[in-house]
């Protein structure tokens, strides 16, 4: 199984509208800032779990995900945080056809940000970032990589 790190009911107007970050059940009322969130502090509902090996799960019934029997687990490893947060990102980003995206920060997040938008058809992706091995990652998957070290103006840099 696959445990989002958002925690759904699947039954409120929000998650009838799939708007799942947004629930109406699981809001975190006291700091106004959203639904609860597997591991995050008290600003989410501090649920204990994220990457726990074993951790209770309110609404089992919906959130988690069936994955197939004998495949090791780090095929999966993604599916729960680092890929939906990426795809969302991109989405909301909302670049027009022949449009180019810029992903500051090239760890897993952007990491797969950078490759989602190559996948939803993004013509061209910037990696920026100041760690030479992720630069070679996100390059190695098809950006074009701006090293913060070497730019005193990034946004020029990218601009050019």
């Known amino acids: 199984m696959v445990v989002p790190f958002g925690i759904a009911c699947g039954h409120c107007y929000m998650c009838d509208q799939q708007l799942y970050a947004h629930r109406e059940t699981t809001q975190n009322y006291e700091t106004g800032k959203g639904a609860r969130l597997f591991g995050y502090t008290s600003l989410y509902g501090q649920v204990p779990g994220g990457q726990a090996e074993y951790l209770r799960v309110p609404h089992a019934d919906f959130g988690p995900i069936k994955v197939s029997e004998g495949t090791r687990d780090d095929r999966f490893l993604y599916l729960s945080d ?71 103006d990034v946004s020029a840099a990218i601009r050019r």
């Open 82 to 152: 680092v890929l939906p947060t990426a795809w969302k990102a991109v989405e909301y980003a909302d670049v027009p056809a022949g449009g180019c995206l810029a992903v500051f920060g090239l760890g897993p997040i952007g990491q797969v940000c950078c490759r989602v938008a190559r996948q939803l058809g993004v013509e061209r992706v910037i990696g920026v970032d100041m760690v030479p091995e992720r630069l070679e990652l996100a390059r190695q998957f098809g950006a074009e990589t701006i090293d913060a070290n070497d730019s005193e």
